[in-house]
């Protein structure tokens, strides 16, 4: 049986701590190995172990729950010995981040765990979608994981006022969030942005040709991730990274890469909202009303800031669409909630028709 002690020098460099081994010491006990999980593929994963990578099978913990599925990111508890090795279990995970799937059922999606820094790469050859960034921090606030923006490509904007003014707006959108202009190409901000992630886990989220891969090789070193050019007319890549890889960076901590999402439908992240849009949820506590849409209620505190100046328009309609897309994906679960929805619409519907005919009455 290895030794704890070289179980602590092969997985410290993966973030192997006390904490992981006293979670383990029932695996242990049993004979089991345990390792961090750096690829899933078809069924099968990549697994490091104090014995160095081996290739188990996750059929036994293959369930009908696919929030229950072995991930990238996962610490396991590998069979000892045995061709195919399985994965007999999973530690219990200290944060998880998770999307909707692209069906239209409710289910969701883990696309990564045990993540201490959720990285969102914002390519800055396009034109800057602040809805998008704002709806990956969702996600990201709502998995346990601290968000850093980065904005990629930072090279190509070749005036230092105008990138000033795109990492502003970056920040007046994510609040409480690090933002780093950053160029691979160049080398800029890669000191930085190794500050923020060399210590515990980091996934890197974002569209393909936002430049994960290439930023993931600068912070390595070297060209372990296949890179491709994106597309001119639309700055789009071509899904180059097409699992989740987890891999550890030379000056210390742990990045996972992952294949370019186009679709990131919120899951349950109804708190990941609240943080993104932390300003909306202070000013909505001095509403006069606690269910306040933040329409034309009388007396809101929301809508008398943008009035004012003070909150954009295209941040309200933001943490409106958000919230809306949360609660639908929410009630699909719940049919409690799913009613209320209803009832609400129905509601402001009938409250919509009567202002209408009260205005109408007076036209004529």
């Given at each position: 049986?290895?030794?704890?002690?070289?179980?602590?020098?092969?997985?410290?460099?993966?973030?192997?701590?006390?904490?992981?081994?006293?979670?383990?010491?029932?695996?242990?006990?049993?004979?089991?190995?345990?390792?961090?999980?750096?690829?899933?593929?078809?069924?099968?994963?990549?697994?490091?172990?104090?014995?160095?990578?081996?290739?188990?099978?996750?059929?036994?913990?293959?369930?009908?729950?696919?929030?229950?599925?072995?991930?990238?990111?996962?610490?396991?508890?590998?069979?000892?010995?045995?061709?195919?090795?399985?994965?007999?279990?999973?530690?219990?995970?200290?944060?998880?981040?998770?999307?909707?799937?692209?069906?239209?059922?409710?289910?969701?999606?883990?696309?990564?765990?045990?993540?201490?820094?959720?990285?969102?790469?914002?390519?800055?050859?396009?034109?800057?979608?602040?809805?998008?960034?704002?709806?990956?921090?969702?996600l990201a606030w709502e998995s346990g994981?601290?968000?850093?923006?980065?904005?990629?490509?930072?090279?190509?904007?070749?005036?230092?006022?105008?990138?000033?003014?795109?990492?502003?707006?970056?920040?007046?959108?994510?609040?409480?969030?690090?933002?780093?202009?950053?160029?691979?190409?160049?080398?800029?901000?890669?000191?930085?942005?190794?500050?923020?992630?060399?210590?515990?886990?980091?996934?890197?989220?974002?569209?393909?040709?936002?430049?994960?891969?290439?930023?993931?090789?600068?912070?390595?070193?070297?060209?372990?991730?296949?890179?491709?050019?994106?597309?001119?007319?639309?700055?789009?890549?071509?899904?180059?990274?097409?699992?989740?890889?987890?891999?550890?960076?030379?000056?210390?901590?742990?990045?996972?890469?992952?294949?370019?999402l186009r679709g990131v439908g919120l899951?349950?992240?109804?708190?990941?909202?609240?943080?993104?849009?932390?300003?909306?949820?202070?000013?909505?506590?001095?509403?006069?009303?606690?269910?306040?849409?933040?329409?034309?209620?009388?007396?809101?505190?929301?809508?008398?800031?943008?009035?004012?100046?003070?909150?954009?328009?295209?941040?309200?309609?933001?943490?409106?669409?958000?919230?809306?897309?949360?609660?639908?994906?929410?009630?699909?679960?719940?049919?409690?909630?799913?009613?209320?929805?209803?009832?609400?619409?129905?509601?402001?519907?009938?409250?919509?028709?009567?202002?209408?005919?009260?205005?109408?009455?007076?036209?004529?």
């Amino acid at each position: 049986m290895t030794s704890s002690s070289a179980v602590y020098s092969a997985l410290a460099p993966y973030g192997w701590d006390d904490d992981w081994a006293d979670a383990f010491a029932p695996y242990a006990s049993e004979g089991l190995l345990p390792g961090r999980v750096v690829r899933v593929d078809r069924g099968q994963c990549d697994v490091v172990t104090a014995d160095g990578a081996v290739r188990a099978d996750t059929a036994f913990v293959t369930p009908h729950d696919p929030m229950r599925v072995v991930c990238t990111g996962d610490w396991v508890a590998v069979g000892a010995g045995g061709n195919p090795r399985y994965v007999r279990a999973y530690l219990p995970r200290r944060t998880a981040f998770v999307r909707s799937t692209s069906s239209k059922r409710s289910d969701g999606q883990i696309l990564a765990a045990n993540v201490d820094h959720a990285v969102v790469a914002v390519s800055l050859a396009v034109e800057l979608d602040l809805g998008r960034v704002e709806r990956f921090l969702a996600l990201a606030w709502e998995s346990g994981a601290q968000p850093v923006v980065v904005l990629t490509k930072a090279d190509l904007v070749t005036d230092p006022v105008t990138l000033a003014h795109l990492v502003q707006d970056v920040e007046n959108t994510a609040p409480g969030v690090s933002v780093v202009a950053a160029s691979a190409h160049c080398g800029d901000g890669l000191d930085i942005l190794r500050a923020l992630v060399g210590d515990g886990t980091s996934v890197l989220l974002g569209q393909s040709g936002a430049g994960k891969s290439t930023l993931a090789n600068a912070l390595i070193g070297e060209d372990v991730m296949d890179v491709r050019a994106a597309r001119d007319v639309d700055g789009k890549g071509r899904h180059t990274t097409t699992t989740r890889n987890l891999l550890a960076l030379p000056g210390g901590g742990v990045l996972i890469d992952t294949p370019g999402l186009r679709g990131v439908g919120l899951y349950d992240a109804e708190s990941g909202v609240g943080q993104v849009f932390a300003e909306i949820e202070e000013l909505a506590e001095r509403c006069r009303f606690h269910d306040c849409a933040h329409e034309s209620e009388p007396g809101c505190a929301v809508r008398a800031a943008v009035d004012g100046g003070e909150l954009p328009v295209r941040r309200l309609e933001s943490y409106r669409k958000l919230i809306r897309e949360n609660q639908w994906i929410v009630a699909k679960t719940d049919a409690r909630l799913r009613a209320e929805i209803r009832r609400d619409w129905k509601r402001k519907g009938a409250e919509g028709r009567a202002a209408m005919q009260a205005k109408q009455g007076r036209w004529t």
